[in-house]
């Protein structure tokens, strides 16, 4: 997949299939649309191409809402779309002054003039330009100006999948990660660095990679415990990762992230990984002894491995 910045010269090499989205999470409902934009493809011979935001544009118009946090951030949104067979996807510079445009301004010199679009496809919802006021019947009125056809996901396909980035926002708050999971059509995953933390794991007898996410406004799940698959080298381990205070050991409150992983003894310190969600196991819980906690955290694994066995015996 060719992923492209845009700029103001920037101009596409051929004509494409398009569809245009902020595409958070890539989850079944977005998956549905790519699937049929590749379907197009085929019989066209046109390039699959995306055309996405960054920053999601909910951040700039409504910046107030410090709350907003993003099922994947854009360079795991990018890998996501990559998944998918898409030719090209474009990154567009979300502003004030982009959402301001004219509509037909907007059809004229972006999807015409640079990306040279000859095939939209688009949900009936979709809105674009000043006050919002370009929908799907404005591109299907300037389709014949412009020479271009329109495809509109139909209400009855979108909520026949009963999914939004909305709902999996609320499943991932409330620590439902199989519901999540459900609604992406994969695991909800992290990427972060490893860094140094206290390393108490290690006299407990479950050392644990410390984790920290560089994008603010990267979602994490409810604080608990979860059983996970951890991608380290290209290679994939289990382990169990907890979200929490460590109210048992801590006084700080502050919210930490740290992963027991399974069968792995490497120095992973300043490696990047990529932790991908499984199920959630229990809530944070302040023991009365350290004794206690490592009873718990015997009991944590012993499920995981349980959960695991089971996993492998339907796979």
Do not use: W
Request: hydrophobic share 35%; glycine share 4%; with cysteine.
């Amino acid at each position: 997949m060719l992923t492209v910045r845009y700029t103001e010269n920037f101009r596409i090499e051929k004509p494409c299939i398009l569809t245009i989205g902020t595409f958070d999470g890539v989850h079944l409902g977005h998956q549905k649309i790519l699937k049929r934009l590749n379907e197009v493809k085929q019989k066209t011979g046109l390039n699959s191409t995306i055309l996405t935001f960054d920053p999601h544009p909910r951040k700039v118009l409504f910046p107030e809402q410090k709350d907003l946090k993003l099922i994947t951030t854009t360079d795991e949104k990018l890998a996501l779309l990559e998944q998918n067979s898409i030719d090209i996807t474009i990154v567009y510079p979300f502003s004030k002054a982009f959402a301001q445009m004219d509509p037909q301004a907007y059809i004229r010199d972006i999807l015409i003039k640079s990306l040279r679009v000859k095939y939209l496809i688009i949900g009936y919802d979709h809105k674009f330009g000043k006050n919002r006021d370009g929908d799907i019947k404005t591109l299907k009125n300037y389709s014949k100006e412009f020479n271009y056809e329109v495809e509109e996901i139909s209400v009855h396909d979108i909520n026949h999948i009963n999914v939004s980035s909305s709902k999996i926002r609320e499943a991932l708050n409330k620590g439902e990660i199989e519901l999540a999971n459900k609604y992406l059509g994969q695991e909800f995953f992290i990427t972060a660095l490893v860094v140094k933390g206290k390393q108490l794991g290690r006299t407990l007898g479950y050392p644990t990679a410390n984790l920290e996410i560089d994008d603010e406004d990267k979602m994490i799940p409810a604080i608990g415990v979860y059983l996970v698959n951890v991608l380290i080298d290209h290679k994939e381990f289990y382990g169990m990762l907890s979200i929490g205070k460590n109210p048992t050991t801590d006084t700080d409150e502050l919210v930490k992230i740290e992963v027991n992983i399974f069968n792995f003894d490497k120095d992973i310190y300043n490696n990047t990984v990529r932790v991908s969600f499984m199920k959630r196991l229990r809530d944070e819980v302040k023991f009365e002894t350290i004794e206690l906690l490592k009873t718990q955290l015997k009991h944590d694994k012993e499920n995981c491995l349980k959960l695991i066995e089971e996993l492998n015996q339907h796979a």
